[in-house]
């Protein structure tokens, strides 16, 4: 199948610098990249899932970054079709070219994968809670974003706890963030978990802030409530 996206020079040298010089850019900024791939799916849904897993595979290998994103959002697009072989498949893919926007965006396809097979949970997440690479770990650690009620406490707590007092910063950032966002759902568990635990003060910060928003928010329209009176 052929697909090329096009090149923005004027764009290329601000996304480069944007992502530390990890890669090459053809300069598609992301509405416009969005756009393309909504038009490309119209084509690539009509293939067999072998022959769409095959151009998932060309896609990611090609030099520059925007088709890693293109890949994966494919990938993501059509994750109802695929099997237990199939997410090994895309695994073997994750750490190609690896920095922290390809694994977030990883992380969304085997995170819908589960919403779709939740019997699978298990079977997904030992792929990457304990892994020796931080990016997989860092997979474990943000896997259930979104899920809300239906969370499964136990293991964001033990994929915290395996690496609370790691040093490093994508690790601490998405300690942060999973729990800022769960936070939306459970505001007490995440309060208890931060008293109970010494988290690093970035990763505490970053946990607390929707909760210390709203209750700058509370504060804030409660006044203005009893200045209305």
């Known amino acids: 199948m052929d697909f090329e996206l096009p090149i923005y020079p004027e764009n290329q040298a601000a996304m480069k610098k944007y992502m530390q010089s990890q890669f090459e850019f053809n300069g598609v900024k992301a509405p416009d990249r969005h756009l393309i791939e909504r038009e490309l799916w119209q084509s690539v849904k009509q293939l067999p899932?072998?022959?769409?897993?095959?151009?998932?595979?060309?896609?990611y290998a090609r030099p520059t970054r925007e088709y890693q994103y293109v890949a994966i959002e494919m990938a993501l697009?059509?994750?109802?079709w695929w099997e237990p072989a199939d997410m090994e498949h895309l695994l073997t893919l994750v750490l190609e070219k690896v920095w922290w926007d390809s694994i977030d965006a990883w992380r969304k396809v085997f995170g819908e994968y589960i919403r779709l097979h939740p019997e699978q949970f298990d079977w997904v997440a030992q792929h990457f809670i304990g892994a020796e690479n931080f990016w997989l770990r860092r997979i474990a650690i943000t896997l259930q974003l979104s899920f809300y009620e239906k969370t499964n406490v136990a293991f964001?707590?033990?994929?915290?706890?395996?690496?609370?007092?790691?040093?490093e910063f994508f690790i601490q950032k998405a300690i942060g963030w999973a729990l800022r966002n769960y936070s939306k759902e459970n505001p007490e568990w995440v309060m208890t978990f931060v008293e109970e635990h010494e988290l690093t003060i970035f990763a505490q910060r970053e946990a607390l802030k929707k909760i210390k928003q709203n209750k700058m928010f509370h504060r804030k329209h409660t006044k203005s409530s009893t200045h209305d009176n």
Not at 49 to 59: D, G, H, K, N, R
């Open 77 to 80: 697009r059509s994750v109802r």
């Open 156 to 167: 964001l707590e033990e994929a915290i706890l395996a690496d609370i007092d790691t040093d």
């Open 49 to 59: 899932p072998a022959e769409i897993m095959q151009f998932i595979e060309t896609l």
